[in-house]
């Protein structure tokens, strides 16, 4: 069989890869525990029956965009919907990256950022976060002094350590990066600071693009829905690289519908908050190092218990509890990071580590 070559760039790169282990408790991919509630699926399947299937979708997803756009107090043509944040980031890639250019991160930080850069052909430049996983603002100074990014990513809270951003980094990279500014806030109703506050409050900010996603805090990660808030230039721009119609009707009535119930959305959000607050005490209880989070998840390390990161990971799994392993990525030595399911959960969690770290 003739099995032609791939680009070169693609030969040494690996696919994103999160492993999927058959267990009974899975707190590994930061979805929520809870679907939306039934009223929603009510609401949603009235909707579908008014799709008129032989058509395209609106392709400007213009009710959904205005719906986010009272959301956020902001204008329809300042959003930009597409399949999953990742989308988003995808398209800002194609729109501002590309060969030739820089990506600017600050490690350790979402994988996706580098991932979906580099293949756009962008080159990656990754930048140090301090030992609290902060990105520190002489860092942060000089590394753009040196990179002159054409983009650059924070992500706040930041994946995977849970750690929020301050205003003045952000600011200061507004002010100092050449290109433009993703703030990721694909956990942006955890925490107590958004950069949507930013938007349009000064000049700079017309670099500035915020993402959140539908996947996390909407609980609806099956739907493949997220979006991006930024000036309404850069609309337009996003517009020539991504695929006509890439959202379908379908999802755009989801959106929709799911927006009418931000109140239940925010019961989950302090359910989950709650449980951040008794998972982390449990686990500094049982003598880890606990990173102070302000996301659905929460990192955490094993080296003070005498054991590997990676063999807790494993005997977890033996428990049949499944959290995510990131004891082998760079600065991140021994580290693990659970996603907060429901109570229960989190309870086998905590009596499973209990015995993994006997
Ligand atoms: C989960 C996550 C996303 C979500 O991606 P979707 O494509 O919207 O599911 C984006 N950014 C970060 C940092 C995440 O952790």
Redesign the pocket.
Known sequence: MKRPSVRDDLKSMEGYHSPQVEVDVRLNT?EAPFPPPPEFERAFLEEVKKVDWNRYPDRLAWALREDLAELHQVEPDQVFVA???????QTICLTFGGQGRTALTFEPT?A?YGQIARVTQCRVAEAQRDETFRVPLDGLEKAIEVEKPDLMFL?SPN?PTGTPESSEVIETALKLVPGVVVV?E??GQFADFTALDMLGSQDTSDSLIV?R????TWSM?GV???YCVASPWMFDEFQKVVLPYHLDSVKQIAGRVALRFQEQMEQRVAYISDQRRRVSEGMARLGLEVWPSQANFVLFRTTLCGLPGNEVWKRMIDRSVLVRNCSGWPGLTDCLRVTLGTEQENTIFLEALEEALQ
């Open positions: 930061n399949n999953g944040s990742n989308e988003v980031l979402y996706m992500c994946n990721d694909a956990y993402t996603t539908f996947s996390k990660a493949r829905l997220g």
